[in-house]
């Protein structure tokens, strides 16, 4: 059939820019699906099937810059599940071969989204490395992977096997495909567009050297060939007798029960998918007994006893179809893609934000454009490329308007600077929108209540123009809003009144000075005691603030010095908002400053959001990641795997009675 003769010739070219170049073409969900495709024809024709159709082989080929070693025992593929229907179907077969209603084991692990290799140690000692290549033979890759830290070049224990071919995947972690990514960038070098292809890339160098700058990471799941030495009865003690070797499993490997055991680890893992510190895109489900792994036995390319769960897709394609500026509290305008709406991530994704003009064209973006979206958990989803192949004859280029798309007042772009603004200020309805909003946010005057919805009827309704006017609204003008009943109204009075007693850092964060976050307002809060006193200095007073440059002093000199600030500041503290001056810090730095600290997992005495004020307070940075520049992990209950990673990178950890005895101290 013509149609499974494209497939074929389509997916053998998407192979080789996979496999051979590191340089994919389309996400692996868009691959996925052609593969499916092709599966069904052949399924449905038999007779067209051919010996080279990607469906009755492993994919992959060898590179011709490498050497090829010949695999002792297949490496062979794994099957794809992508709902619990799937896999449920995947079980009740397992159980119909081996003759069983009841549940059996299984073994799930991690699906880490890297390359495949098998490590051949003889008398002990690393000979070999090879990649999975086609299956039957890979490329030569000992050099560079000996390059690795993480793999052993000589396996633990004092009697070792006279062979033992160890099966894993090598991987970058996220962290460090950033830093790579971020030094690549300072050069002007061309950027890896996700960690797997980092990973083949790096370890594919023909210069080991290169390998070696590089932040490789192995971990092991299986084995090969093996002479000398009697496995385990069990894959799960498998991944023991691999850890006792010296050989790096995966922490998340768990022994499971039965389907029901299959979907609640699923789950669980797919909750935890964007605290891990590297990649994975599924988990794979496998017969937890080896002798039932024999029996079951082996299907064209693929084991009966395993099979992959897929997560759903963080990168697909799309199409871009219009762009438009929003316009902000500052009255930056970002432009905000419009795609057609696609399913990645587990979530249906139809705007993208591009950021900025530079972006679009550094990344040559156009309406009209096929683009590939990518979202990771909770991650804000991005465009990661286009697909210049696809380009239509009729696509545009996207280009910043003059004048503000809600006030029509004038674009400004300073030189020097990427982002453009309105010029309109609180004339604009979408910069009143935007500041009325950061003025009630939780980490600002907390406002309870006082959310968006409500915000845009304020605005619409001419009711507020700037913060102090919230203090001055009454129940009969809430109540002519939309949906806003007597009782609700009643809360959101309340909470305006509680609001009125907060601190000088949220006060001057609330105010929603140009570039000064949380820890920039709780600076100047420290460095000057009082409002009085911020307000009375000029650039250079400011400036001598820890961590202030001269552009941030800048900014809140001029916004201290507007009359028209000065008279809403002035309304506010008429109207009641009061707080308690700080005593002025002294030259000496803060308890904790120049610590980096990281808080995980829940507390029973305060919140997390406390715990990290606390720590700002006394000068520490918070991060929301470990690194190795982290000072301390701070762990409640059910921590994740910040603590897992903390450990591995020699992290100082408090738990929460030594947090406290920190704060004390």
């Known amino acids: 059939m013509k149609r499974a003769d494209e497939l074929r010739r389509q ?27 092709l599966r069904e024809l052949e399924a449905a024709h038999p007779q067209i099937i051919t010996p080279d159709s990607p469906t009755q082989r492993v994919s992959g080929a060898v590179a011709g810059q490498f050497g090829a070693i010949r695999h002792r025992v297949p490496m062979l593929s794994l099957g794809n599940a992508f709902s619990d229907e799937q896999v449920g179907d995947f079980d009740r077969r ?56 993480s793999v052993p070049l000589v396996l633990a224990g004092r009697a070792p096997p006279a062979l033992f071919e160890a099966r894993g995947e090598v991987f970058m972690p996220l962290a460090g495909f950033a830093r790579m990514n971020e030094d690549a960038k300072k050069l002007g070098e061309r950027l890896f567009v996700n960690p797997r292809n980092a990973a083949a890339g790096a370890l594919r160098q023909l210069d080991a050297k290169i ?28 991944l023991e007798l691999l850890r006792k070797l010296g050989l790096r499993t995966s922490a998340e490997a768990r022994r499971v029960r039965g389907l029901a055991g299959c979907l609640e680890y699923y789950r669980k893992l797919l909750a935890r998918r964007a605290e891990l510190p590297y990649q994975i895109d599924g988990v794979v489900y496998k017969v937890d007994r080896r002798e039932e792994q024999e029996r079951l036995g082996f299907v064209s390319r693929e084991p009966r006893w395993a099979i992959a769960h897929k997560f759903p897709a ?52 156009h309406i009209g454009d096929t683009v590939v979206v990518r979202r990771a958990g909770d991650v804000i989803p991005e465009i990661v490329r286009v697909v210049p192949e696809r380009r239509p004859a009729d696509a545009q280029r996207i280009a910043l308007p003059a004048r503000c798309p809600v006030c029509n007042s004038p674009v400004e772009r300073a030189a020097g600077e990427v982002v453009a603004r309105c010029s309109g200020g609180f004339t604009c309805r979408a910069q009143r929108q935007e500041a009325l909003r950061h003025f009630a946010s939780r980490r600002a005057l907390d406002i309870e209540g006082l959310g968006d919805k409500i915000v845009a009827q304020l605005v619409e309704h001419d009711f507020v123009s700037s913060p102090d006017e919230l203090y001055v609204l009454t129940k009969e003008k809430l109540l002519e809003l939309e949906r806003m009943g007597a009782r609700s109204a009643d809360n959101l009075l309340g909470a305006l009144e509680r609001s009125k007693t907060t601190t000088l850092p949220r006060f001057l964060y609330a105010l929603g000075i140009r570039d000064v976050g949380e820890a920039t307002a709780l600076a100047l809060a420290q460095h000057f005691g009082s409002l009085e006193s911020l307000m009375a200095a000029d650039a250079a007073a400011i400036e001598e603030v820890p961590d202030v440059g001269p552009v941030v002093a800048g900014h809140v000199a001029v916004f201290m010095a507007s009359e028209k600030h000065r008279r809403a500041i002035a309304n506010l503290r008429a109207r009641g908002v009061h707080w308690r001056n700080l005593e002025r810090k002294a030259a000496a730095p803060a308890p904790l400053a120049g610590k980096t600290i990281v808080v995980t997992g829940t507390l029973a005495g305060m919140s997390r959001e406390e715990a990290q004020e606390r720590l700002r307070q006394l000068g520490a940075k918070v991060s929301s990641s470990v690194s190795s520049k982290t000072t301390y992990l701070v762990h409640g209950a059910e921590p994740g795997s910040k603590l897992e990673k903390a450990r591995q990178l020699g992290v100082a950890l408090l738990d929460e009675a030594a947090f406290l005895d920190l704060l004390k101290s």
């Open 211 to 238: 390998t070696a700058q590089r932040p490789l990471e192995v971990f092991f799941y299986s084995t090969g060939a093996v002479e000398g030495l009697a496995l385990p009865a069990r894959q799960s003690e498998l």
């Open 314 to 365: 963080e990168e697909e394609l799309t199409q871009l179809l219009n762009v438009e500026f929003q316009v902000g509290r500052t009255g930056a305008l970002t432009p905000v893609a419009r795609l057609k709406p696609v399913f990645v991530g587990g979530a249906t994704v139809s705007n993208v934000t591009l950021h900025n003009m530079n972006e679009i064209e550094r990344n040559d973006i």
């Open 94 to 149: 397992v159980r119909e071969r081996l003759g069983v209603s009841a549940d059996i084991d299984y073994t799930a692990e991690p699906k880490l989204d890297g390359l495949a290799v098998t490590l051949s140690y003889e008398g002990g000692r690393l000979v070999r490395a090879a990649t999975r290549g086609d299956g039957t033979s890979g490329e030569d890759v000992t050099a560079n992977v000996r390059t690795i830290r």
């Open 11 to 37: 997916l053998a070219a998407l192979n080789y820019r996979y496999y051979v170049l590191d340089d994919p073409e389309i996400p692996d969900a868009e691959y996925d699906r052609l593969m499916q495709e």
